[in-house]
């Protein structure tokens, strides 16, 4: 749509606050008010609205689209989601392990296997791993852990993290990246070695790179989402 407005402010609303473009305050796609839990999460959706020029890009609107999806989905369905993304634990990407060459085994187990331990310190939650695609079944008390992890998680931290784990396909580093025992950086390159080790041997396709570099785009603002939930 075309951009109608002159003026964006960030105002106090009922439980947290607001966007008000010339005053008034704006509403979510299911037309429920506009309400950031912290004071920087509505500056950095308010920065979105006054950055865009001739149009308005929801694209280029990471904050407020997610913002959108916490207050409209997140927090309506939340026993639904929680489920979701605690389901990724039954087939973490960090439990399947390839079965060669050495130096991708080596390099899996390097960056891998920290992360782990990690999960079990942390968390309690013990993970087995396995080689190739066949599916290992995890240990329940290790699956009621990671869920309990997930559902410590508000539901502005939990849009944050559902999209860190469905991009990455761990949820593990997900929860690592969320706690701050990963920076999104690093978990993003953990969670592409394969693709990286194949990339290494046979050459960089271009469509392939273009799609992980908007991933990867999503992975930071995901990251980013969380730390404004969280921000005082």
């Given at each position: 749509m075309k951009r109608f407005y002159k003026e964006v402010q960030v105002i106090e609303a009922q439980g947290g606050w607001s966007v008000a473009l010339d005053g008034k305050p704006i509403r979510t796609p299911a037309k429920t008010p506009f309400v950031a839990q912290t004071a920087a999460m509505a500056e950095a959706?308010?920065?979105?609205?006054?950055?865009?020029?001739?149009e308005v890009k929801p694209a280029e609107m990471p904050v407020t689209k997610a913002v959108n999806s916490a207050i409209d989905r997140t927090?309506?369905?939340?026993?639904?989601?929680?489920?979701?993304?605690?389901?990724?634990?039954?087939?973490?990407?960090?439990?399947?392990?390839?079965?060669?060459?050495?130096?991708?085994?080596?390099?899996?187990?390097?960056?891998?296997?920290?992360?782990?331990?990690?999960?079990?310190?942390?968390?309690?939650?013990?993970?087995l791993t396995t080689t190739g695609v066949m599916h290992a079944l995890q240990p329940e008390d290790g699956q009621r852990a990671l869920r309990a992890a997930v559902a410590a998680h508000?539901?502005?931290?939990?849009?944050?993290?559902?999209?860190?784990?469905a991009l990455s396909g761990s949820l593990v580093i997900g929860l690592a990246v969320s706690s701050g025992r990963l920076s999104p950086e690093e978990g993003w390159t953990i969670s592409r070695i394969?693709?990286?080790?194949?990339?290494?041997?046979?050459?960089?396709?271009?469509?392939?790179?273009?799609?992980?570099?908007r991933k990867a785009g999503e992975f930071a603002a995901a990251a980013r989402f969380v730390e404004l939930a969280r921000r005082k």
């Amino acid at each position: 749509m075309k951009r109608f407005y002159k003026e964006v402010q960030v105002i106090e609303a009922q439980g947290g606050w607001s966007v008000a473009l010339d005053g008034k305050p704006i509403r979510t796609p299911a037309k429920t008010p506009f309400v950031a839990q912290t004071a920087a999460m509505a500056e950095a959706a308010a920065e979105e609205w006054r950055a865009q020029e001739a149009e308005v890009k929801p694209a280029e609107m990471p904050v407020t689209k997610a913002v959108n999806s916490a207050i409209d989905r997140t927090a309506v369905e939340y026993e639904g989601v929680v489920e979701m993304v605690a389901g990724y634990g039954g087939s973490d990407l960090l439990c399947y392990r390839a079965d060669g060459p050495e130096g991708l085994i080596a390099r899996q187990a390097e960056a891998w296997d920290p992360l782990l331990l990690w999960a079990a310190k942390a968390h309690g939650a013990r993970l087995l791993t396995t080689t190739g695609v066949m599916h290992a079944l995890q240990p329940e008390d290790g699956q009621r852990a990671l869920r309990a992890a997930v559902a410590a998680h508000d539901p502005f931290e939990l849009t944050g993290l559902y999209d860190l784990v469905a991009l990455s396909g761990s949820l593990v580093i997900g929860l690592a990246v969320s706690s701050g025992r990963l920076s999104p950086e690093e978990g993003w390159t953990i969670s592409r070695i394969d693709e990286t080790w194949q990339e290494e041997f046979w050459g960089v396709d271009e469509e392939a790179a273009k799609v992980a570099a908007r991933k990867a785009g999503e992975f930071a603002a995901a990251a980013r989402f969380v730390e404004l939930a969280r921000r005082k």
